[in-house]
């Protein structure tokens, strides 16, 4: 029987730049062209984890464009302008969200740049539910696929293992929990509406 479930943000509860374009026009959009690309990807790899626990987006992009020599707007913001304004909302998963809320009690289990998590909050791509615990990697300092998230949002549920539901849009994300005995989902953003209905059985199954 589940009690505890935890959704990813990016991907399940609000769109990123999974399965878009997005992140060629946010390299277009700052001057990176396609000279540079493959350094900037390689530089991107070593940087990216640490956006997501302690490495401030903007500190980092200051230290890209000189790097680089981009040419943008003093105001730009590469966490606001770059990712978060670039993100949606996903309408098609909040009554199963909500279905589930009034049932169980829910939370998120997400990987966040530092000072994301507030700003997605205000532009209002969450879904109005309780979310009873908030594991975000950049407040944690810990993230996913890291064991010790998993760890610690177990911790936080107060349930076992095996009354755990977890969603996210990652394989590599999901490998950890179904090992500790999570049950997992593989939710699907390309194909929300079809990922809503089996994510609504197999919660119905769990019960």
């Given at each position: 029987?589940?009690?505890?479930?935890?959704?990813?943000?990016?991907?399940?509860?609000?769109?990123?730049?999974?399965?878009?374009?997005?992140?060629?026009?946010?390299?277009?959009?700052?001057?990176?062209?396609?000279?540079?690309?493959?350094?900037?990807?390689?530089?991107?790899?070593?940087?990216?984890?640490?956006?997501?626990?302690?490495?401030?987006?903007?500190?980092?992009?200051?230290?890209?464009?000189?790097?680089?020599?981009?040419?943008?707007?003093?105001?730009?913001?590469?966490?606001?302008?770059?990712?978060?304004?670039?993100?949606?909302?996903?309408?098609?998963?909040?009554?199963?969200?909500?279905?589930?809320?009034?049932?169980?009690?829910?939370?998120?289990?997400?990987n966040m740049y530092v000072n994301m998590f507030p700003a997605i909050q205000k532009r209002g791509l969450l879904p109005p539910v309780v979310w009873r615990q908030i594991?975000?990697?950049?407040?944690?300092?810990?993230?996913?696929?890291?064991?010790?998230?998993?760890?610690?949002?177990?911790?936080?549920?107060?349930?076992?293992?095996?009354?755990?539901?977890?969603?996210?849009?990652?394989?590599?994300?999901?490998?950890?929990?179904?090992?500790?005995?999570?049950?997992?989902?593989?939710?699907?953003?390309?194909?929300?509406?079809?990922?809503?209905?089996?994510?609504?059985?197999?919660?119905?199954?769990?019960?």
């Open positions: 029987m589940i009690k505890f479930v935890y959704f990813d943000v990016g991907g399940v509860v609000e769109l990123d730049f999974s399965g878009t374009n997005k992140w060629e026009e946010l390299k277009k959009e700052i001057g990176v062209t396609p000279e540079l690309r493959d350094e900037y990807d390689k530089l991107w790899s070593e940087i990216e984890k640490r956006l997501c626990v302690d490495l401030d987006a903007d500190v980092f992009f200051e230290q890209i464009k000189k790097h680089f020599q981009l040419n943008t707007p003093s105001d730009y913001s590469f966490l606001l302008n770059g990712f978060v304004n670039r993100f949606e909302t996903n309408p098609s998963i909040w009554p199963a969200i909500q279905e589930i809320s009034q049932k169980c009690p829910v939370g998120l289990l997400t594991i975000d990697s950049s407040v944690v300092k810990l993230r996913k696929p890291d064991l010790e998230i998993y760890h610690l949002a177990q911790k936080r549920a107060n349930v076992p293992d095996s009354e755990i539901l977890f969603i996210d849009n990652q394989p590599k994300n999901l490998d950890p929990a179904r090992d500790l005995g999570w049950q997992t989902f593989l939710y699907d953003p390309a194909n929300s509406k079809n990922s809503n209905q089996k994510l609504l059985k197999l919660w119905k199954s769990l019960r």
